[in-house]
């Protein structure tokens, strides 16, 4: 008998592995990874909204928390995944940055908000206004993370890469069963994949797609991630940036699309003035919620089932702290914060 099944591999799934881990909780993992947010994600972390300068849910304690589980992972697995970056702010106007300082006086967004600009010292940067920094930012390798993660678990044979068959399920009192494993509790990390989920598609999980561009830029040099129309964030592999990102609401295929590409060029070129290369397009969907926050708990009839969903646009900051709580209300019968509960959804699910 294990403690749990997972299903689903994107930051969701890995958070709440490692809180099992760290439990000494056994399990095991299974997902495909053709439709994957997180494979797509830029990976950033960045605790201010920077179209108006605000401060992103619960950011604090959330990058408190993410930071030392990501380092704790990348110690295991002796494998570099968190690259620390500020982030640039292009000013438009003058008015925005008098908005900056002004914000920079508030006390959620003070410790990220350097109060004194930074002159732009990059000839093919076109920012006139100078920038602010933001500072305690920075870039996690999702992709990379994801595959070294994996490949312990293959290692432990506690991961099964495929597609989960919901008829294929039996639900016990005390227990689930799936094709031959046999756990206490089932978890579903599935991302938009909730959509084809029969205990829990009746969650408002909207989804917004979402697509960047890898472009490569041999004169660019950039060592900070530059925001102005669209982020420019430096990847490792040697002068390229991933561009990005647009926001449909509307598309749920994951394919790229010549529009999206169109939109992100043209944002581009009113930063960017050296010449570049688009080498690469990637589309994902977002697990977005129409109330967007996360989407945790335990399923209102079966009791050994949960959702771990609806980490929206900030998954590297959120999945740390959300897994932890979800991992606690099973374990150690906490309870669970009512923003993130689904049982704020209970009318939804009697009207499905
Ligand atoms: C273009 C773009 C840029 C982004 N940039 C950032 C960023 O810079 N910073 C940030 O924090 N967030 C960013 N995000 C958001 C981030 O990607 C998400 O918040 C996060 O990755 C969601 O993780 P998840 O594990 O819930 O879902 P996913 O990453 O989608 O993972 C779900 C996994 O479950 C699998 N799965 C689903 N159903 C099944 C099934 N039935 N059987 C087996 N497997 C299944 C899927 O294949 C997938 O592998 C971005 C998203 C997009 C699209």
Redesign the pocket.
């Given at each position: 008998m294990l403690d749990y099944i997972i299903?689903?591999?994107?930051?969701?799934?890995l958070s709440f592995s490692e809180q099992l881990l760290k439990n000494n909780k056994s399990f095991v993992v299974?997902?495909?990874?053709?439709?994957?947010?997180?494979?797509?994600?830029?990976?950033?972390?960045n605790p201010v909204i920077l179209k108006r300068f605000t401060s992103p849910w619960n950011a604090i304690p959330q990058l408190e928390y993410a930071i030392p589980f990501y380092q704790e992972i990348e110690n295991r697995l002796n494998t570099h995944i968190n690259n620390p970056l500020p982030v640039l702010r292009v000013f438009n106007t003058i008015e925005e940055q008098n908005n900056w300082l002004i914000a920079s006086d508030k006390p959620n967004l003070a410790p990220f908000l350097s109060t004194i600009f930074k002159k732009n010292d990059n000839e093919f940067i076109l920012a006139n206004n100078d920038f602010g920094v933001v500072e305690k930012a920075g870039r996690i390798q999702?992709a990379k993370l994801l595959s070294a993660y994996k490949l312990e678990l293959l290692k432990n044979d506690s991961y099964r890469n495929?597609?989960?068959d919901y008829d294929a399920l039996k639900i016990a009192d005390d227990f689930i069963s799936y094709k031959g494993l046999k756990a206490q509790h089932i978890v579903f990390?599935?991302?938009?994949?909730l959509k084809?989920?029969p205990y829990f598609n009746y969650l408002p999980l909207n989804g917004t797609?979402?697509?960047?561009l890898i472009i490569k830029a041999e004169s660019l040099k950039l060592n900070a991630i530059v925001k102005s129309g669209v982020f420019i964030i430096p990847i490792e592999e040697e002068n390229r940036y991933l561009v990005?990102?647009t926001y449909h609401w509307t598309d749920k295929t994951w394919k790229t699309t010549d529009e999206a590409k169109s939109e992100l060029i043209s944002k581009l070129n009113t930063v960017l003035s050296c010449d570049y290369e688009v080498v690469g397009q990637?589309?994902?969907?977002?697990?977005t919620v129409k109330d967007r926050r996360p989407l945790v708990g335990r399923h209102p009839e079966y009791k050994n089932m949960y959702v771990l969903?609806g980490?929206?646009?900030?998954?590297?900051?959120?999945?740390p702290t959300v897994s932890d709580q979800l991992l606690d209300y099973i374990e150690y019968k906490t309870v669970l914060d009512t923003e993130i509960d689904i049982q704020r959804f209970a009318d939804e699910y009697i009207a499905s």
């Open positions: 299903v689903g591999f994107g930051l969701s799934g299974i997902s495909e990874t053709d439709k994957s947010s997180s494979v797509v994600a830029g990976g950033m972390y999702v495929e597609v989960f990390c599935e991302g938009f994949g084809s989920n797609k979402g697509e960047v990005g990102a990637l589309a994902g969907i977002r697990p969903n980490l929206g646009t900030r998954g590297v900051m959120v999945a």
